[in-house]
Every structure is written in structure tokens, then in C-alpha cells.
């Protein structure tokens, strides 16, 4: 079973800036679409960014303008740097890697939690 690893969370005042990480223990990163979503208390998971196998990025209108997705695919991870960070960023943020096909693979990350409090 794969498993994802998300790092970088934490807590971080208004205006300022976080950049998550996620890894996974197999090589499959480059050849999925790899997604970060999240869920703040009392809300349904959203999505926050997504990147494809292609390249091809899609980004939810909370994050447009404020957050930017990109993978390596040498380390096998990709990241969210997010900035300009609000107390309504806050809360759990989930890796999400997807091989895009009927029944393909969909793995979820634990989760990291993303605080922004002054």
C-alpha cells in the first residue's frame, strides 16, 4: 500500500507563508495527478490545487493568485507553497495522488494542519 507524506504545516501569522510537502514511498508521483485539498472545521473538503501528469495545473478560487503548486519529480514530491496566508486558510490539508482512471489508484495523505492566528 503506498502511502503519502505531507510535511510542512504548523502555524503562521496573517500574511505570511507555509509551503507543504508531499512524498509518497513509491515512485508514482510524475505519472498521476497529484492534488492538495483541505477541510476547515465545519466545512466540506475543498481543492486547493491540483497538478496532472502533464503539467497541467488547476487551482481553486481560494487559492488563485496566493498559492502555487509544483512537483519534482527527481525527489518524487510535490509541493504547495501558499502565501499572503489568512485565517480562513486554516485548517487540515490533505495530499491526494490519483492514477486518473477507472479504477486506478486514489490515495489520500493523513492530513497536516495549517493554522494562520496572530
Known amino acids: 500500500q503506498v502511502q503519502l507524506l505531507e510535511s510542512g504545516g504548523g502555524l503562521v501569522e496573517p500574511g505570511g507563508s507555509l509551503t507543504l510537502s508531499c512524498g509518497a514511498t513509491?515512485?508514482?508521483?510524475?505519472?498521476?495527478?497529484v492534488g492538495w485539498y483541505r477541510q476547515a472545521p465545519g466545512k466540506p473538503r475543498e481543492l486547493v490545487a491540483t497538478?496532472?501528469?502533464?503539467?497541467?495545473?488547476n487551482y481553486g478560487d481560494s487559492a488563485e493568485g496566493r498559492f502555487a503548486i509544483s512537483r519534482d519529480n527527481a525527489k518524487n514530491a510535490v509541493y504547495l507553497q501558499m502565501s499572503n496566508l489568512s485565517p480562513e486558510d486554516t485548517g487540515v490539508y490533505y495530499c491526494?495522488?490519483?492514477?486518473?482512471?477507472?479504477?486506478?489508484?486514489?490515495?489520500w495523505g493523513q492530513g497536516i494542519q495549517v493554522t494562520v492566528s496572530s
Open positions: 513509491e515512485r508514482i508521483l510524475s505519472v498521476s495527478a
Open positions: 491526494n495522488v490519483d492514477q486518473g482512471v477507472v479504477g486506478g489508484y486514489d490515495y
Open positions: 497538478i496532472g501528469s502533464s503539467g497541467i495545473i
